[in-house]
């Protein structure tokens, strides 16, 4: 029986109680033998934001994934030079996986701007599927994308999750000005930011590039 392996890339700043469940249920109903957490060192859509230091997403993304057999954080995108694009990332997983299947998870907001992406259809072409994970009120036009990427109706998998409005942009944001923000993750998360004080630190934005995914 082959390997079904997710994929499953983000800056992950911080990884919250929404990650967690919604990777849970791409395993359960895509059918996922693993599923690698790709943390990405610089996004090449963030390039204009500020973020944590590698080090400490790092750090956070291990806590995460401590009690999940199933989850295994993937350093790949960490072992090489950028621009870190997610069609690169593919053919190295499927070089280092020659039979399994790669299934690549997204945000419904991610699929919306696929096209933009670089190489789409080559990206649509290197995985066996593609499992959207969707937030409410996302409308997604498949017919529509399939114009733009020919193919990909046939591999985007919806996956059914709880409507969860976590972000982790808000988690910051409530961090920065001392809002609540313990329940939304793993308490030796929540314990880590405290700790490190970490999101009430100045940090200065990355110099701006313009680069695609």
């Known amino acids: 029986m082959k390997q079904r392996i997710g994929i499953f890339g983000g800056t992950f700043d911080p ?7 919604l990777a849970t249920e791409a395993r359960a109903q895509l059918k996922l033998t693993r599923l690698l957490w790709v943390l990405t060192p610089v996004p090449p859509h963030k390039l204009d934001q500020p973020i944590s230091s590698l080090e400490d997403r790092l750090a956070m993304v291990k806590l995460a994934l401590k009690d999940e057999p199933d989850f295994e954080l993937s350093t790949i995108e960490i072992e090489r030079k950028g621009p870190h694009y997610t069609l690169d990332t593919l053919h190295l997983l499927a070089y280092q996986n020659p039979s399994a299947e790669l299934v690549f998870l997204i ?9 933009t992406w670089h190489r789409p259809a080559d990206i ?10 969707r937030r409410p009120g996302d409308s997604i036009d498949l017919t ?3 114009k ?8 985007v998998k919806f996956i059914d999750a709880p409507l969860l409005e976590i ?23 929540y314990d880590y930011i405290v700790k490190n004080n970490l999101y009430k630190k100045a940090r200065l934005p990355q110099r701006k590039r313009t680069a695609s995914q």
């Open 148 to 155: 733009q990427i020919p193919e990909i109706k046939a591999k």
């Open 107 to 115: 945000g419904g907001d991610s699929l919306h701007d696929l096209p």
């Open 15 to 21: 990884p919250h109680l929404g990650h967690l469940i």
């Open 167 to 189: 972000a982790s942009r808000e988690i910051r944001r409530r961090a920065v000005d001392g809002l609540p923000f313990r329940y939304y993750l793993l308490s030796s998360i």
């Open 124 to 133: 649509v072409a290197a995985c066996h599927q593609i499992g959207v994970m």
């Open 144 to 146: 529509a994308l399939e």
